[in-house]
């Protein structure tokens, strides 16, 4: 239940509502008592569904509330109305940081003060043991006195408290400013995790752009956690080159790389800003684009993006990285098609089940399967087993059939030749073209039956794909998928394949689960465990992330763990078919 303009909340009169996220929505409200406005920021209706969540808001809030600094939006009063919590603050009147960021980049006299500010709150409530985990531009508030405030210090706190699914949502609902260890669902978070999101906060003042950004949430936050940052320089050369390395040592993926607490974060930034002989005062840093730039970013942030500052246009000077790179790229290519003869040798007298080379193989997912195949040269007829020859004489007779072509790939793959079966495989994708639903479905049944499970994943994905963003896949085709993906990503090659990233952009959960199970049987453990607890933390209760918990923790010597996570998905009617059998599968081999 939302408040109503004009109703009474407690002792205050709701006037206006202000704004509206994933957690609260703020309204403007009058005290009669006292004759002022403050802003009561009513918390959302699923908090009240924890029965255990009012003490806990109570004792969170209290201490909240004993945060005493002239940069803190200070708490006035915290109650529930209608079974609805909410926290009365100081109103502010102004706008956010984020909403002056929209309208161009920040002097240098703005940056200072947006420094300073932020800095000395974080570091006072850092000293009563009280961190923010939610630092943001859209929560520093810009006052129309000049004054600048941090606001819903400890709303994150707060949130945490609940066993609520919001819990999980609040992370996703900033990800642009996610410290790694956050996004990886650490418990033991420290200053560490503010210091790294006022990093990307400083980032993206000065730079122009926050550091990660992607179309899904989920992406973002895997950057975050493995992709290196991008240098600030190579985005915005404007940046002093002494700033630059504070931003990097601020923004470490590691907590024990970064400064060891804000005081000694914010010294280092304005020691380096005056070393680069660009002074904390009076400068503006000119950010703007021009012309066709300025569409193009307008464009984007039309489209909602995070980007709130704007990037100079790099002088017209020639790097000499575009030829370095292009040697490089000449050399892989070298070395890929020496591989790939090697590879394909290898193959030839192997089974299908075998473990693949770990040569980068052409991508299935982009334009389909493998669209830039090799051209496979087909061995000596006295040695093609007999489907082979007669898929192949059908063939020659008509080159351009999608069906005959993956009876070909099919026939390769039953006489154990992987590489030539995918080959042919794409080919036919090729020729059957990109909406040939029937084609692809029929396809991935085929490999599927066979076990061939990386091509019966990139022939399910191009079903899924094949559908538009306006088409509805069925349930049947999104579990064919799921399975096939699941059972294909204990092997090396499947990256090579199916790049993840690209999965990603139509099947995101299920991608991080695969993902985490291939780099566990990669004996990557630690970064399969991360990116596991992030899965389960973005989409609780998810079947596959369990199954894959269960098989971890079996192989983990902790079958206690394992059986009741596989007895909870074997007892749940909602579990797909294949899960289960899998579940039970593996519930059987364990002790």
Same mark, same amino acid.
């Given at each position: 239940?939302?408040?109503? *303009? ?7 009169? *709701? %006037? ?26 009513? =918390? ?61 980049? =920040? ?25 923010? #985990? ?71 003042? %000065? ?25 600030? !320089? ?10 630059? #390395? ?21 010294? /280092? ?18 950010? #703007? ?19 709130? $500052?704007?990037?100079?246009? !790099? ?10 790179? $292009? ?6 290519? =070298?070395?890929? %098609?020496?591989? /790939?003869?090697?590879?394909? #040798? ?10 693949? @080379? ?16 090799? @051209? ?6 006295? @040695? ?52 040939? @639903? ?23 994905? !191009? ?49 991080? %689960? ?23 933390? =973005? ?53």
């Amino acid at each position: 239940m939302s408040f109503n *303009i004009g109703e009474n909340v407690g002792p205050y009169r *709701i %006037v206006e509502q202000l704004g509206q996220g994933g957690m609260a929505t703020v309204y403007k409200a009058y005290h009669a008592a006292l004759d002022r406005y403050v802003a009561v920021k009513a =918390l959302h209706p699923a908090f009240g569904e924890d029965p255990n969540f009012e003490a806990r808001f109570q004792r969170e809030a209290r201490l909240v509330a004993k945060l005493e600094h002239p940069q803190i939006v200070p708490v006035y009063d915290y109650a529930e109305h209608e079974h609805r919590p909410y926290l009365v603050m100081k109103f502010i009147e102004g706008d956010t940081l984020k909403a002056r960021l929209n309208q161009g980049p =920040l002097t240098s006299d703005e940056i200072n003060k947006v420094v300073d500010s932020v800095g000395s709150a974080l570091a006072y409530a850092h000293k009563q043991g009280i961190l923010h #985990r939610d630092i943001k531009p859209s929560n520093v508030l810009l006052a129309t006195d000049g004054q600048i405030y941090l606001a819903d210090f400890g709303l994150a706190r707060i949130a945490q408290a609940a066993e609520s699914t919001l819990s999980s949502d609040m992370i996703m609902g900033t990800p642009q400013y996610i410290s790694p260890e956050q996004a990886m669902g650490k418990k033991d978070l420290d200053e560490g995790t503010d210091i790294y999101s006022f990093g990307v906060m400083l980032y993206e003042m %000065v730079v122009g752009q926050v550091p990660f950004n992607a179309d899904t949430p989920f992406s973002i936050i895997h950057d975050h956690i493995y992709s290196p940052l991008p240098m600030p !320089r190579a985005i915005n050369p404007k940046v002093p080159e002494a700033v630059e #390395r504070v931003l990097l040592k601020g923004l470490a993926k590691e907590r024990a790389d970064r400064y060891a607490n804000v005081g000694s974060f914010v010294e /280092a930034f304005k020691d380096a800003w005056r070393q680069a002989g660009v002074p904390m005062e009076g400068t503006a840093i000119t950010m #703007r684009p021009t012309g066709r730039e300025a569409a193009a970013q307008a464009k984007v942030a039309a489209k909602g993006g995070e980007t709130a $500052a704007t990037i100079s246009p !790099r002088k017209k000077k020639r790097s000499p990285w575009p030829f370095i790179a $292009a040697g490089i790229l000449l050399f892989v290519c =070298l070395g890929f %098609v020496i591989f /790939a003869l090697r590879g394909a #040798r290898l193959l030839a007298a192997g089974k299908p089940t075998a473990v693949f @080379t770990s040569t980068p193989a052409p991508t299935m997912s982009d334009h389909g399967p493998m669209m830039e195949t090799l @051209t496979a040269v087909a061995p000596p007829a006295a @040695t093609l087993p007999a489907a082979v020859a007669t898929a192949i004489e059908h063939l020659n007779k008509n080159p351009d059939d999608p069906g005959i072509t993956l009876q070909l790939s099919l026939a390769y793959w039953d006489a154990g030749q992987a590489q030539p079966s995918f080959e042919s495989l794409a080919k036919a994708a090729e020729l059957a073209g990109p909406n040939n @639903t029937d084609f692809f479905q029929t396809a991935g049944d085929e490999f599927k039956k066979r076990q061939a499970w990386i091509g019966a994943a990139a022939m399910y994905l !191009r079903v899924i794909k094949s559908l538009g963003p306006a088409g509805k896949p069925t349930d049947d085709m999104v579990e064919n998928f799921h399975e096939a993906l699941y059972k294909a990503s204990t092997l090396p090659d499947l990256p090579g394949y199916l790049p993840f990233e690209s999965i990603g952009r139509v099947e995101q959960p299920v991608t991080m %689960v695969a993902q985490a199970r291939n780099l566990y049987y990669a004996g990557k453990t630690d970064e399969a465990h991360s990116l596991l607890n992030q899965v389960k933390r =973005l989409k609780p209760g998810m079947a596959e992330a369990s199954l894959l918990e269960a098989e971890m923790d079996a192989k983990e010597g902790k079958t206690f763990d394992a059986k009741q996570t596989l007895n909870i998905l074997l007892a749940n009617l909602n579990t797909p078919d294949w899960v289960s059998e899998m579940a039970q599968t593996l519930l059987n081999k364990i002790p």
